[in-house]
């Protein structure tokens, strides 16, 4: 059995073991140790970590195959996955010592925001860094932790090629890190994704990613867009909670009956023909999803820079999975009827996760603005596209 297939097949029996468990993990506000540990363990949190660095390097599609099985379990498990695997990919820009350090145990787990909300000040052998940062997705059972910086050095900042700002990733160990209880929401709770800081913490140059290491590996992995992975960790997702939603909804209206009647609710023709659009909608946004994966990941492979059009095509397919995965959950929390409605449904769960997926900045309506004007020959900014 080759690693990505071993990877995946890891990532559906997991999901079989979390699912019973939903409810203990979005009361917890974040994913529970012992789970945690057994996901690092099977290897999900170091799939983007190169093969000569310890890490499985697996391609794109692999990954997003592992999240999208982890959600159809739980969304918050396979959230953290995707948000601990592509932090990993600032590993490119660090030095081999460094990421030895980061990922020391088989289940290290980093995980991270690329915003630049701190200000990291040149010292000798480093920085002393200052920040704040939202959205840390599996920050509370993380081993280290990354926040993108600006970097200043005698009272200035350090610009890019452009006159801009520089924005590093630094890593930070757990106990440098204070975890902010922000994270009260109304779904993928257990992502536990709270904001953090740190106050005047002293980081070694060799944690700073691109400090040291200027260039990225040459590889596949880093010949993709930058934040298509990141994207299609958010898709993938959204794709496990529409089959989880879809196959709950179907054992629902297997069981069910109404108004007296003897006969499930799997039995009216209106069951039937709701069921069989969820289901086309769900595998053809699937469809299209892997397959722009496999198209740009064929031309990494080439020793090319991919084209524009791959990046293009990427981000679209990772919109309409979103979009069509929140159609299909909404129209089975609907099929459902009353019963979608109690705690002990996984409907009111996944409808309330796909509701907060979709507010995923990598997956806004301005995504589709860019789309539409690639397509129409228009100038367009492709700035962290």
Known sequence: MSVEHDLIERARRLALEVAPRGAEI???????????QAMGEAGFYRMFVTADRGGLEVSPRTAAEVYEALAQGDAACGWVAFIAATTTLAFGRLTGQAVGEIMARSDSLATGVFAANGIATRVEGGFRVTGRWDWGSGSPNADWIGGGCILVEDGEPLKNSAGLPRNHMLFFPRNQVTSLDTWRVSGLSGTGSTAFAVEDVFVPERHAAGVLVKNLPD???YRFPAFSPLAQGVGAVALGIGRAALDEATRVVGEKRRGGSSAPLSERAHTQIEIARAEARLRAARALFYQTIDAAWEAAQASEPLSLDHSR???????????E???VVDAMYTLAGGTSIYAVSPLQRQFRDIHVA???FMVSPNILETVGRLFLGLPTTTAGF
């Not at 979005?26 to 945690?36: L, M, T």
């Not at 990427?314 to 919109?319: E, F």
């Open 358 to 360: 979709t507010q995923h």
């Open 325 to 327: 995965s929140t159609a």
């Open 26 to 36: 979005e009361g917890a506000r974040q994913i529970p140790p012992d789970i945690s």
């Open 313 to 323: 095509d990427m981000r679209l397919a990772v919109n309409h999975a979103v979009a």
């Open 219 to 221: 590889r596949p992995l």
